[in-house]
């Protein structure tokens, strides 16, 4: 649901909380990659993932495939949406590749734990990829928003875009919605106030992670 609209402002919150610490590493096992590899995972791209996950002791804690609701799940790569590890650990991935990730607590729940995570949890992850997609930061979405072909997005066309993306998620439209969210699109997003977000200004910034 409102999967690209929703990445886009959960990327627009990650942007403004940016306390940097010494990363550790993630440590990353290839256990099956697929033969034919049209594309690989990069920053940016929406990723379709069944996951498993497991404490340190071996006791597994989350399993996509057989809890409730039995669903891979959709993310997209490189924007803190999912934990750090994941973001560092998963690019370069085909559709069909399996890795084993080890990730430690600083790239994952940290200090804090979350839910049935305690604190200081190093955690390891068997993540299937089953789709890669184009991201809503890709060439290919700014290309779809951009409707008068000029390289930049003017207010209407990012209107245009969330109202089309509410119809496609088979929400009905609000103006007064589409208007806030836009507005607060273009305080964040549009660096030198000019009104516009241009391809510039749209493309993801790397070097948050
Ligand atoms: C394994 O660790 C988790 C998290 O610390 C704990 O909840 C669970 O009870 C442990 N399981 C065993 C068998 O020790
Ligand atoms: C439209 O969005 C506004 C602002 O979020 C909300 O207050 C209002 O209830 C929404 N209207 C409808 C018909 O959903
Ligand atoms: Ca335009
Ligand atoms: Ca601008």
């Given amino acids: 649901m409102l999967l690209t ?3 886009w402002s959960i990327s627009l919150l990650a942007a403004s909380c940016g306390a940097k610490l010494p990363d550790p590493e993630v440590k990353v ?13 990069k920053y940016g791209d929406m ?5 498993e996950g ?3 002791n ?3 804690f989350h399993n996509s495939r057989s809890d409730d609701n039995q669903q891979p799940v959709w993310f997209t790569l490189g924007i803190k949406e999912v934990i750090k590890g994941w973001d560092k650990g998963l690019q370069d991935m085909c559709a069909g590749e399996k890795r084993k990730l080890i990730v430690p607590p600083a790239l994952a729940y940290g200090k804090e734990g ?7 949890s190093t ?3 068997i993540i299937e990829v089953m789709e890669i997609r184009n991201g809503p930061r890709s060439h290919e979405s700014f290309q779809e928003m951009d409707l008068n072909d000029d390289w930049k997005l003017s207010k209407y066309e990012v209107k245009e875009y969330l109202r089309k993306e509410f119809e496609r998620h088979g929400y009905p439209p ?3 919605l589409h208007e806030n969210m836009m507005e607060d699109i273009f305080a964040k997003e549009d660096e030198n106030k000019d009104g516009f977000i241009s391809s510039r200004e749209f493309t993801y910034k790397h070097d948050e992670l």
């Avoid at 979350?114 to 200081?120: A, D, M, Q, S, T």
């Fill in 54 to 56: 497991y404490f340190e």
């Fill in 174 to 176: 609000n103006d007064t």
């Fill in 58 to 60: 071996g006791t597994r």
């Fill in 29 to 41: 096992e290839v256990l099956h990659r697929p033969f034919l590899c049209h594309r690989k995972s």
């Fill in 47 to 51: 990723l379709l993932v069944h996951h």
């Fill in 5 to 7: 609209v929703l990445s």
């Fill in 123 to 125: 955690l390891t992850f």
């Fill in 114 to 120: 979350k839910g049935k995570i305690p604190p200081e």
